[in-house]
């Protein structure tokens, strides 16, 4: 099994990123690489869903306040419309 390291498909900055340009479809070199494909595809998915974990983190204490404002308001809402129920009492028939 050969190393990305010594792959001619690999590259690397000298800053240290690291750059694969395997394509499992169209030049990969051996069996194992597709493995190593698919752990630095996973690898990338869980990186982008933790940082989406942290941006609702971030988002959460807004998303609070958005909901009591709301809250709030509605309550204020039916409070004001009280006022209408109160007077519309069932009024009782007497039969002649």
């Given at each position: 099994m050969i190393q990305c390291i010594d792959c001619e498909l690999y590259q690397s900055d000298p800053d240290g990123k690291r750059a694969?340009?395997?394509?499992?479809?169209?030049?990969?070199?051996?069996?194992?690489?597709?493995a190593k494909w698919q752990l630095i595809r996973l690898d990338m998915l869980l990186a982008s869903y933790q940082g989406m974990l942290k941006w609702y983190g971030k988002m959460a204490p807004l998303q609070d306040k958005i909901i009591q404002f709301m809250q709030r308001e509605m309550n204020e809402l039916d409070e004001?419309?009280?006022w209408k129920l109160e007077d519309e009492e069932p009024e009782e028939e007497e039969d002649i």
């Amino acid at each position: 099994m050969i190393q990305c390291i010594d792959c001619e498909l690999y590259q690397s900055d000298p800053d240290g990123k690291r750059a694969f340009k395997c394509n499992p479809f169209t030049n990969i070199k051996e069996p194992e690489c597709l493995a190593k494909w698919q752990l630095i595809r996973l690898d990338m998915l869980l990186a982008s869903y933790q940082g989406m974990l942290k941006w609702y983190g971030k988002m959460a204490p807004l998303q609070d306040k958005i909901i009591q404002f709301m809250q709030r308001e509605m309550n204020e809402l039916d409070e004001s419309d009280s006022w209408k129920l109160e007077d519309e009492e069932p009024e009782e028939e007497e039969d002649i």
